[in-house]
Every structure is written in structure tokens, then in C-alpha cells.
């Protein structure tokens, strides 16, 4: 990725920050003033929402000083040196699960720290993945008490849940099941998840802290990783490459994806007007399976790219779903996704073009 956001790429980037602004511009008025502590601002979540705090300073004046922990701030100056630049942001260097404590009083916090990506993508011990989770989030909050919070949002997981039943089309909040905890390295993001969870209630509940739960599914838009285990960033990158499309599996594994603007103003939303220790899961509910996404990056592209499937769907074995049920955040807090699963993979091969420095299709 370029050093900063690219001349060709900076209109979609900010074309998006503005429209989430429409969307919750009024409610984060709410923070005015305040100065906030945000973990995991390199990542792709908390990147966006850094950059949504940027612009509402500037467009509606709302006065926010922000300090962001991230474990190196060399990469992240090389990601964001527009952020940087900015007075109104301070970063410090340092890992979640021991990092010195800031002086000053912080209101809100986000928490959207986790493992990277590229770590899961490349093996990480699944024990160090468990406590930067588990162990990280605790730190989070003893900080928290002592730094004056009022309200928290923490980005935990549709992992919580483990595996979904094969005869279960939705996963509720109210889903009982739980993570296999004899496979470690299966396990280490949703047990992880779930034990934060766990302290999130505690200290919540012991402190009074007023703290929002977001469990997130899967998402697509600009910044995404393309190279790693995501399947629809995969064939994003294989689609903006001109390659063909492959998809590893036998193309029958359902998931959905909610497009990152639509993730950020439901985050906003969960933070400033969700119920405290009342999870929301947060993802789309626009099912499609694995051999019909590819061939929806290919349209979308508009290459004609050929989509080979490598294995045959001859096992007879369940179909894998990872599906949330949307009913509790959109009837309590009346969110909706504003953009369709096409539009998303659209937006997005469009960046990654301009990212590349390609033309754009269409």
C-alpha cells in the first residue's frame, strides 16, 4: 500500500468518511471535546474509524484529541503519515497485553486490538494469540478504571460462538454453543473473544463502566487484506491481477459481508447508543456461498476472469455457514446495511485499482 492514502484512492477513502458521517455525524457530537484512547487503530477497523474521528473534527468541529496504542508505529507512520501530521493524534508504541498506561483522563476508549491478520495467516502460536486477546483486554480495562472511562466499545467475534450447527441457518446472540477447546489453534480468537468478553462484564459491571460488545462477522472494502486467508479478498486480488479466479475449496462454505462503511456506522451507533453488556452481532445477512462470490468478483470486475474450483463437492458433509442473526442490532437500534454485497466488491476492486495505479473498469 502506498505511504499514505494515494491521489487516485484519496476520493473513495473520504467519499465514504463523509457518507458515514452523514449517517452518525450527529451522535458523535456526543465526544466533543473529549480525548480518546483507541487500540488497534492500525488495523482495519480502527483505521477507518481514526479516520472518521479526522474528518469530524474538521467538518464538525468536534474537537477531539485522540491516543492511539499500536505495536509498531513505524509501520503504521508508513500507512498513515497523513495521521501523523495531525496535532490532534498522538501514538504510542506498545503491546496490549503490557503496555505503559498513558497519564490523563480518557472517557472513551475503543478496543479493536487483536492478533494481525497476517500472524493467523502465518501460523501464530496459538497460546500468545489466546492471551493478546484475553490477557490484552483485561489490561485495556484496569487501565479503564484508572483513567477515568465512562464507555467502552470492544470489537470481539462471531468466533465466540464456534462452530455453527449445520441445522442452525442463523446465529443468534442467544446461542449457546460454545468454541471446541481441544483444538488450540482453532480456538485461540473465539475462546480468546469470549474470556474478554467475560472481563468486559466483570469490570463493567464491578466499576460501572458502561461497556458495548460488537461481535463481527466478515466485511469487505478498501484496506482489507487481499493476500492472506480472506477468501473474497483473495479473489478480489486474483480479479484486479487479471488471474484466474481460484477458489480452494468446493465453493459450497456460506458466509456474508457487510461493506466497511456500513461496519463503521453500526460501530458508531453500537458505541454511542447500544445497551451496556448486551451484544450485538454485526455482519450482513446477505448469504452467499463460496462458488457464487467468485463468480460475482468476476461480473463485478467486468474481465470475463475464468473461476476454477479445485475440489468436487462430493463429501456429503454439512454445509459450513458462518451467518449472524441481525434481528436484535437492527430492531434495537434500527441499522440497516446501505450497501449490497455487488456494490461492495464494486467499491472495492475499485480502490484496489487505484491502489495499483490501474485504470478503472467501466
Not at 169 to 195: F, H, N, Q, W
Not at 239 to 244: A, M
Not at 275 to 298: T, W
Request: with cysteine; glycine share 8%.
Amino acid at each position: 500500500m502506498a505511504n499514505s492514502i494515494s491521489n487516485n484512492s484519496h476520493h473513495l477513502i473520504q467519499a465514504d468518511v463523509d457518507f458515514i458521517l452523514s449517517k452518525v455525524g450527529s451522535e458523535l457530537l456526543e465526544l466533543r471535546g473529549q480525548h480518546l484512547f483507541v487500540t488497534g487503530g492500525t488495523g482495519f477497523f480502527g483505521h477507518w474509524l481514526l479516520d472518521t474521528l479526522q474528518r469530524a473534527n474538521r467538518v464538525l468541529d468536534l474537537g477531539v484529541e485522540v491516543t492511539v496504542l499500536t505495536r509498531d508505529i513505524t509501520l503504521f507512520k508508513n500507512q498513515a503519515d497523513y495521521l501523523f501530521a495531525d496535532e490532534s493524534f498522538h501514538f504510542i508504541e506498545g503491546d496490549i497485553r503490557n503496555f505503559e498506561w498513558p497519564k490523563g483522563t480518557f472517557k472513551t476508549i475503543i478496543h479493536a486490538a487483536t492478533t494481525r491478520a497476517e500472524e493467523t495467516f502465518n501460523h501464530e502460536d496459538a497460546l500468545k494469540k489466546f492471551e493478546t486477546v484475553s490477557q490484552g483486554t483485561q489490561r485495556l480495562l484496569q487501565f479503564a478504571c484508572k483513567a477515568g472511562t465512562e464507555k467502552i466499545l470492544w470489537t470481539s467475534s462471531g468466533a465466540v460462538y464456534g462452530q455453527q450447527p449445520a441445522e442452525l441457518e442463523r446465529i443468534s446472540e442467544t446461542y449457546s454453543g460454545c468454541v471446541e477447546s481441544m483444538d488450540p489453534d482453532r480456538a485461540a480468537l473465539g475462546l480468546g473473544k469470549r474470556v474478554a468478553e467475560f472481563y468486559c462484564a466483570y469490570y463493567g459491571q464491578k466499576h460501572g463502566i458502561d461497556i458495548k460488545i460488537a461481535r463481527c462477522f466478515s466485511f469487505v472494502g478498501p484496506r482489507m487484506q487481499m493476500n492472506i486467508h480472506y477468501a473474497i479478498g483473495n479473489f478480489i486480488a486474483d480479479e484486479v491481477s487479471g488471474k484466474e479466479i481460484v477458489v480452494t475449496g468446493d465453493g459450497t462454505p456460506i458466509r456474508s459481508y457487510l461493506y466497511i462503511a456500513d461496519l463503521i456506522i453500526w460501530l458508531w451507533t453500537i458505541l454511542l447508543r447500544g445497551q451496556s453488556l448486551y451484544p450485538y452481532n454485526v455482519g450482513s445477512d446477505e448469504a452467499v456461498n463460496m462458488a457464487d462470490l467468485a463468480r460475482l468478483v468476476s461480473d463485478c470486475g467486468g474481465r470475463g476472469n475464468r473461476i476454477q474450483i479445485l475440489k468436487d463437492n462430493n463429501s456429503g458433509l454439512p454445509i459450513n455457514r458462518y451467518l449472524p442473526d441481525l434481528t436484535r442490532i437492527k430492531s434495537s437500534l434500527g441499522v440497516r446495511a446501505f450497501f449490497t454485497l455487488q456494490a461492495a466488491i464494486q467499491k472495492t476492486i475499485e480502490y484496489e485499482r487505484c491502489e495499483l495505479g490501474l485504470p478503472v473498469a467501466n
